[in-house]
């Protein structure tokens, strides 16, 4: 998305995006279709941007300091022995958990919260937990938070606070379902009935990135 936007904004800057990966989205769960790789990729190629895939670039987060971005001249290498000529580069590396606060038992091996069906954390009767820091196996994503997690929490808190045991459960998708944008006018959505191109893409979530429907969320209206 990152790269799109920047293509919109400039049409004549050369960008490259670099991912350790062979496919894109790859820790995405369920698994993104090959038709979204191979759609994904065709309109990377319409917007001139260079995809290096299974390429690790030779960058940590700690190299980026306290900043998402690094400025200056540099050459960056690829583990597959090419280099990358670049003055500005994006960390799109993800999140580290921010986890360490909560006893050792509530973790798992990758530092996630373990909860149940109810996102009752295990091995408690009154904590709930949502978001990227639950050990599901599924995609972390704001809407599977907002309008998936949200709710079973809620509804639980309210029954424990009246002496009922957590009931509303939370099921993670069985198939996959994203739109990701490439500027206002480019992008895939991947649906369980199939998967589309910029058309639906840009009218879904291209226009405002869903900023809109995160002020709704919260019952709130974004400002104009």
């Known amino acids: 998305e990152l790269s799109g936007e920047l293509r919109s904004v400039a049409p004549d800057t050369k960008i490259a995006l670099v991912h350790g990966s062979d496919k894109l989205l790859s820790l995405s769960r369920p698994p993104l279709p090959e038709a979204f790789q191979r759609k994904v990729k065709q309109q990377m190629a319409s917007l001139n941007i260079d995809l290096h895939l299974g390429a690790k670039a030779d960058l940590s987060p ?3 300091g306290d900043k998402p971005f690094l400025e200056g001249e540099r050459t960056i290498k690829l583990a597959n022995g090419k280099t990358v000529q670049a003055d500005l580069v994006f960390n799109c590396m993800g999140n580290k958990l ?3 606060m909560y006893p050792a ?14 996102l ?6 009154n904590v709930f937990a949502l978001g990227d820091i639950t050990d599901i196996e599924e995609s972390k994503l704001s809407y599977i938070a907002s309008r998936g997690h949200a709710p079973v929490v809620a509804a639980n808190v309210l ?15 069985t198939k996959p379902m994203m739109v990701v944008p490439l500027g206002s ?6 649906t369980p ?5 910029p058309f639906l893409a840009s009218q879904v979530k291209g226009k405002d990135l869903f900023v809109s429907m995160s002020w709704s969320a919260n019952n709130a209206k974004a400002p104009r």
Request: no cysteine; aromatic share 6%; charged share 20%.
């Open 62 to 64: 700690a190299d980026f």
């Open 98 to 100: 921010a986890t360490s």
């Open 105 to 118: 038992e509530w973790l798992d091996e990758h530092q996630a919260v373990k909860v149940a069906p109810t």
């Open 120 to 125: 009752l954390v295990n091995g408690t009767k």
């Open 159 to 173: 029954a424990v606070a009246k002496g009922a045991p957590p009931s509303k459960t939370h099921k993670p998708a």
């Open 185 to 190: 006018r480019k992008g895939v959505m991947v």
């Open 193 to 197: 009935v199939g998967t589309f191109g």
